[in-house]
């Protein structure tokens, strides 16, 4: 920087502004360093020779010398309007700093002043003022001292920390919203989805359950079975055979009272008399004959034949069923057929049992049409007849268990060990509850003409209903015989006994005919037998001609009527 200016301005002094970028410019002062605001300090410096001065160019009329009067009463104005004039940017940075206001009597030598920009001063040179009165500097020298700068020259402002927090305040306000919008949707989301799944499984239990029981189409193998759908061996039941015994007629019919525990429905399935089983001592037998021997041996046969686990025998005799009916009051039933008073001792009398839908039945009616079997028709008709008697029955019956024991313990019947009162009592009740609501049906074990049980009785009944496995007698052991006698002489029919026994075959006995025939047969109704009855007939000496085909009992293979041409061995 030069130590010297020409006209009132220097190298590094103002131009035509009168302003330069170290400091004034006027002669006569020079710049010796700046005060703690950053503002330059001037001092008036010495008179010397500039051998530059006759050089410089004249100065223009526009310009004047500068005067501190006139600085300082300009500048004195500027404070009284606005209290705040212009700072100096140190840093070039174009910000403006605040400045400080100037004393209003004039111009203080002993203050630095901001520098005022350009437009501002435009006209301090025709502004009187003060005369300045530099500040003593450090001694005059080729160049000027070195400005100092302090640390506590410069200030920073910081934010206020309440608008901190308070914005701090507000993101987390935001941010704590959004996730509780978050969690909300959270949420719904996991509702809807335990919604569906929740109501997925309500369908899928409900179809499972449709299916269980055999009501979806195309799932029930027909009316009389409910629980195709399921496992035959996965299913529960109790089973409890009921005889029928006519005290007056004679004759026996049998049921097999069915309650299936795991599908909740109850059968009452009917037996033949003729479905063949087999004895005690392993030779072929009929139903009827194995009620007649006994409760025990006519449920281990079935137990046999069938594959079942019957529980106990119920032996019902006929006055015990009149007085059933009668203690629940009487039934309601869709008799087949006009049923005559067993009583009547004159012809044309009335019916007791009128055919017709929804007859009222008394306890003596009830018995009349389970025990009925007219002209013509086959032991099924009046098995039927029995089978709906029942069910109408166990319709009536209390559904209590408590009650159900009382009226059995009324009745006064002695039962075949190991069935008990309460045992019955309770087994009755639970039918009967099954009969109320409907999940109650009637159906008859289908057997053919020999007694024996066909694949349809195998697949259906016995292994649907009953849950067992049917066994019928192996044909191949010892061809029976049913053998009646017709000579009309006593003991014929043991010795042919003793006979055909001898040459291994099984005899059944068929009674003794009320009448006598001159010649015997030996009838055989498969031709498979034929050979066995051509033997059975070598075996009572009788000749070849009386070997022939036609009806069998069910129970046998070979039937034999011996005749008066019959010579037993002595």
Do not use: C
């Amino acid at each position: 920087m030069n130590d010297r200016h020409d006209a009132g301005y220097g190298a590094e002094g103002y131009g035509a502004d009168g302003y330069g970028a170290e400091g004034y410019g006027a002669e006569g002062y020079e710049l010796v360093g700046y005060d703690e605001y950053g503002n330059p300090v001037y001092r008036q410096a010495p008179a010397a020779y500039d051998p530059y001065a006759q050089q410089q160019a004249p100065q223009q009329p526009s310009q004047q010398q500068y005067d501190p009067q006139q600085y300082g009463q300009y500048y004195g104005q500027q404070g009284q309007q606005s209290q705040q004039g212009y700072g100096y940017d140190p840093y070039a940075t174009g910000a403006q700093q605040p400045s400080y206001p100037y004393d209003q009597a004039g111009y203080d030598p002993q203050q630095s002043y901001a520098r005022p920009t350009a437009e501002q001063t435009a006209h301090i040179p025709q502004q009187a003022g003060p005369p300045a009165e530099p500040e003593p500097a450090a001694a005059p020298g080729p160049e000027a001292a070195a400005p100092d700068y302090r640390t506590e020259q410069f200030a920073f402002v910081e934010e206020p920390t309440d608008d901190s927090e308070d914005v701090i305040d507000w993101l987390a306000f935001t941010e704590n919203r959004t996730e509780r919008r978050e969690e909300a949707r959270r949420r719904a989301r996991s509702r809807v989805i335990a919604l569906v799944v929740v109501l997925a499984l309500v369908a899928v239990g409900g179809a499972g359950w449709l299916w269980y029981a055999g009501k979806l189409p195309g799932t029930s193998s027909g009316g009389d079975d409910k629980g195709a759908a399921t496992a035959a061996g996965a299913q529960q039941r109790d089973v409890i055979a009921v005889h029928l015994h006519d005290t007056k007629k004679g004759g026996t019919s049998t049921a097999l009272l069915v309650n299936n525990t795991t599908t909740k429905r109850g059968t009452v399935v009917l037996l033949p008399n003729a479905l063949t089983l087999t004895g005690d001592d392993g030779t072929p037998t009929t139903l009827a004959k194995s009620v007649a021997a006994g409760p025990d041996p006519a449920r281990t046969a079935l137990d046999t034949a069938l594959g079942t686990d019957i529980e106990g025998s119920w032996r019902l005799d006929t006055p015990y069923l009149q007085n059933l009916v009668d203690l629940i009051g009487t039934i309601e039933a869709d008799t087949d057929a006009d049923v005559p008073d067993p009583a009547a001792k004159k012809k044309g009398q009335a019916p007791l049992v009128h055919k017709g839908e929804r007859q009222t039945l008394s306890g003596k009616a009830a018995v009349a049409y389970a025990t009925y079997r007219g002209p013509g028709e086959s032991a099924d008709a009046q098995l039927k007849r029995f089978g709906q008697v029942m069910q109408r029955v166990l319709r009536k019956l209390s559904s209590d268990p408590q009650g159900a024991t009382t009226t059995v313990q009324t009745l006064g019947m002695i039962l075949d060990p190991p069935l008990t009162d309460r045992d019955l009592g309770t087994f009755l009740a639970g039918l009967s509850d099954l009969a109320k609501g409907g999940d109650f049906t009637t159906t008859t074990l289908p057997v053919g003409k020999d007694g024996r049980l066909g694949a349809e009785a195998a697949d259906g009944v016995v292994k649907e209903v009953l849950g067992g496995t049917a066994e019928n007698p192996d044909k191949d052991a010892a061809v029976s015989v049913w053998v009646r006698d017709a000579t009309g002489a006593k003991g014929s029919a043991g010795k042919a006994r003793v006979t055909l026994l001898n040459g291994g075959f099984t005899f059944l006995e068929g009674g003794t005919a009320t009448g006598t025939e001159s010649t015997s047969r030996v009838v055989y109704a498969d031709a498979a037998d034929r050979e066995n009855a051509a033997e059975v007939a070598k075996t009572l000496g009788l000749p070849a001609g009386a070997v022939t085909k036609g009806e069998v009992a069910a129970n046998a293979r070979v039937a034999v009527t011996l005749g008066q041409d019959y010579k037993p061995a002595s």
